[in-house]
Structure formats: C-alpha cells, structure tokens
C-alpha cells in the first residue's frame, strides 16, 4: 500500500521556469491537500480539493495552479517560478477532515 | 492573524519523564484538533486527535487534553522515549481542511 506518491523529491528551478508537481494516493480518499513549509514554520495550505472536479483556494494560492480530474491524482502547477517559492511541498490526503491526513514524502524545491 | 499558535519552539526532557506540549487556537469553529510528529526530511504523521465535543483522548502513551473556554490543547506524552524526539504540529480542523501551528521541537535525553 503506496499511500500517498510525490514526484520529483527534490527539484532546482530557474527563475521564470515552470513546472507541475505529482501527487497521487492509492486510499481512495475524497480530500486532498497541497501545504508548503518554509524553514522554522509550520504548514501553510495552497490549495486542496473535496473530490474529483472541486478545487479551492488556501492560504497561500498566488502563484499556483491545481487540477483534479481523478480520485487519485491531485498535480500543483507552479508558473513563472520565483526565488519566494522555495520551500517543502507536502501533499496530503484524509477519508474526512477530522480524520487525519497522510502526507507524502515532500519536495523539496529551490528556485534560483 | 494566526489561527493556531504554538508558542514554545522547543521542549527537552529526561527519558521516562512526562512530555507537554501546548496549543493555543482562536477560531471556535473549529471541530476537530489533531497533533502530528515529523522526523526530518519525512512528512508529517498523525498520531491521535480529538472532537471538539470531547475533553480527553488518549492512546497508548498520548493524551490529548481539549479546553474548549481557553480554547487550549495539550498533547501529554507518557514515558518520553528517545524515539519520540522530533518536531511536533498541532493542527485545527474545520471547514474540510487543517490549519497547522509552526512546531515544537522536542529532545528526549537518554
């Protein structure tokens, strides 16, 4: 049992560039979250989705896209990357929120 | 304006001794409170949370305490172990998602 997948776990990016962060969980979970934590901080929540086809915003949205066609995978698209977005990035998933969430390994990103 | 405030960084005590880490929050919409442990380099890992209609939840060496008038919880580790040295968050569940505090670390001397 996998959990919940992240690809890749560790990315340098270029100013400007682009690129889509992979999430996928193997529960069957409705709920699903994408966080990112900065050195010293807690977890801070960019978008997440209550099922197949709903997304929202979190806290901490600008610069971010997300998509959730299936159950299963949840992908965060960062556009025009800036050196502020490096960070963790943890995906999660939870059957409901009071339930707990299981969070993936992390990525861990730098944007130079 | 932070929701869920954890206001000690770190915490270290003696193994076998009681561990107490402590939680303050503002929204009293709020329903469900839970605390997680991360090692570095991991993600985070729940490990027990409680209803914001109860007051005590315990399992195995954890007991989280809920004080809904102080809006205040507590995670009661007992024995500490070495093992248990890590970073904890505790996180505050309402409207289908969590809102986490910054962390405190705990070291746990042999």
């Known amino acids: 049992n996998a959990g919940v997948t992240q690809t890749p776990k560790f990315r340098i990016l270029k100013i400007g560039q682009s690129m889509t962060l992979q999430c996928t969980q193997d529960?069957?979970?409705?709920?699903m979250y994408w966080y990112r934590q900065d050195p010293g901080m807690g977890l801070k929540l960019i978008y997440y989705s209550v099922g197949a086809g709903i997304t929202d915003k979190g806290e901490v949205p600008n610069g971010y896209n997300v998509s959730r066609s299936t159950t299963e995978d949840f992908p965060l698209r960062l556009e025009l990357a800036a050196p502020s977005q490096t960070s963790v990035y943890f995906c999660?998933?939870?059957?409901?929120?009071?339930?707990?969430?299981?969070f993936g390994s992390g990525t861990r990103l730098t944007v130079v | 304006d932070q929701q869920v405030k954890q206001n000690s960084p770190s915490l270290s005590v003696q193994e076998g001794r009681i561990s107490i880490l402590n939680c303050d929050y503002t929204?009293?919409?709020?329903?469900?409170f839970l605390w997680y442990k991360k090692y570095p380099a991991e993600g985070p890992t729940f490990l027990i949370s409680i209803s914001s209609i109860k007051d005590k939840n315990e399992d195995g060496r954890f007991t989280v305490f809920l004080n809904k008038s102080a809006k205040h919880l507590s995670l009661h580790i007992v024995p500490s172990q070495p093992g248990d040295s890590a970073v904890y968050f505790c996180?505050?569940?309402?409207?289908?998602?969590?809102?986490f505090g910054d962390g405190t670390t705990l070291t746990v001397k042999p």
């Open positions: 996180a505050a569940s309402g409207a289908g998602k969590s809102t």
């Open positions: 529960m069957n979970h409705n709920y």
């Open positions: 929204n009293s919409m709020f329903d469900y």
């Open positions: 999660a998933s939870s059957l409901w929120p009071g339930n707990g969430y299981t």
